[in-house]
């Protein structure tokens, strides 16, 4: 499954940063990836213009939002299959993840857990006919 960059990444901070900490990272960041430090390069401008997004974006709180709910919306339908179809994430491996995740259950832990049960049952039992 393919990570996309969020906002966040590119700032390098959580979801649940605050403004003080949005505008020192981008701060950081700008100082850094500046066009004027790096001689006017196409990239450095690229890069510059992808902060500048992020930065807008979640200093404005409706905007932040709106992008939180965009990103939610993104991470619920990424492995979510529609009518047999999917999303790609039936590629190689994505199998051995879902095979891995319905294991069978060990008969030796579901008599254990069958014994707890009716110890704990007949210690119920007993608690109440006592009184």
Request: aromatic letters at 6%; charged letters at 25%; proline letters at 4%.
């Amino acid at each position: 499954m393919e990570h996309t960059i969020t906002h966040y990444d590119r700032l390098g901070v959580s979801q649940n940063a605050t403004t003080t900490e949005i505008r020192t990272a981008f701060k950081r960041l700008a100082q850094r990836h500046h066009p004027d430090r790096h001689q006017g390069s196409p990239e450095a401008v690229r890069v510059m213009t992808m902060l500048n997004l992020a930065y807008t974006t979640l200093m404005d709180p409706q905007k932040r939002m709106s992008y939180d709910t965009k990103l939610y919306q993104q991470k619920a339908l990424e492995g979510r299959k529609v009518f047999g179809q999917s999303n790609g994430a039936d590629r190689e491996g994505a199998g051995k993840a879902s095979q891995e995740r319905f294991k069978p259950i060990n008969p030796w832990e579901v008599k254990t857990s069958v014994k707890v049960l009716a110890v704990v049952l007949l210690v119920v039992a007993w608690l109440i006919l006592r009184k």
